[in-house]
């Protein structure tokens, strides 16, 4: 009689934002390049940037929720959420749900897979800034935290963080962040595609490269209001001695005052948000980096360039600690003098750039998908 196959094991993504996609790519790649079955269901919380990040390295999304509506709440987008991801958890029957970060779409993934009794795994586990915000990501983070199996910490301080919430030791894993995975592969595609350089040459032509480059970008809940005003208005006076390109959030709370306040001046290039390579390519290129972004608080220093943090705290603390990233918050002020101080002094922005990095290897993915399978892979255990 003919041996039945073992059942397939199939890892449930549950994701919609652009840092969600971007992050969760190689875990999702180096799964499938064992032969494991993968399902990605997008929430809708981001549409065109999270399919577009996705999209940067060739996957796309099996099922789209698309429950977004214009002025949605992040407490209207995770009850819409709920009902339809237990449905997909209930179609798929997957060994495991597994979400990243701590976005509303992470939230709701959580609870739907707790409620449908399926294990949960959180990819970078352990972030925290101590303080009520970011708002709500700083909730989302620490509720996932209580709901899954396993946590994947990209460093030992989230690990700890972990464990003082009373997280078992040996539901952690440490292995460095996934995004400096999703760099690695996006830097090696590029640096093999002449086309796609050659494309992009082209593309940026407009920005003047014997000048500084200072890339920004800004979009967090906590800075919409006077603080953006505030960043821009230095961007504004940056633009007399540096090139400011800022690719710019689609939320309303960002597009409206960057186009107010920047748009047409000499030396700002406003860019609609880019693909993840264009980005990339920027990255490379930038003198500085002004970000509130998380994942950008990580890109940067993986590429030896020195990043002003635009926030008052930060749950990326290992980058401040190891001198790879400043924290300047968003005083126009502030933010002029943290500037010229790092571009009249090549000194500092070299040890800037050459600081240990802190957020691993770009191995992360590998380590995570050996864990996995370790514990839910049927398809191997069946073979041992
Ligand atoms: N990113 C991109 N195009 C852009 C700006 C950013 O692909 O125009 C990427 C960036 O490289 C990083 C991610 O988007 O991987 C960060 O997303 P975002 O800043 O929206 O979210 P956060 O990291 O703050 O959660």
Redesign the pocket.
Known sequence: MAMEAPPEEVYLFVAG???EA?KLAPVILALQAQGCATRLVATGQHRELFHD?LGSFGLGADADLAIMRRGQSPAGAVAAMLPALTQQINRYRPATVIVQ?DTASAFAGAQAAVYARCPLVHVEAGLRTGHGEPFPEEMHRRAIAQLADLHFAPTLAAAAALRREGVSRHCIHVTGNT?IDALHLAAAQLAGDAGQQAALRQRFAGIDLRRPLLLA?V??RENHGARLDSVLAALAVLAEDAEIVL?VHPHPAVAGPAKAILGGRAGVHLLP????SA?LWLLQRATLVLTD????QE?APALGTPVLVLRDVTERCEGIASGNARLIGTDTTAILAAVSDLLGDAGARAQMSEAALPYGAGDAARRIVAVLRARYGRVQAAAE
Not at 273 to 276: H, K, R
Not at 293 to 296: A, D, I, L, R, Y
């Open positions: 934002t652009r840092p971007v990040a970060g995004g970008t979009h967090r690719p948000p880019l693909g993840y980005f972004s998380g994942g950008v890109e």
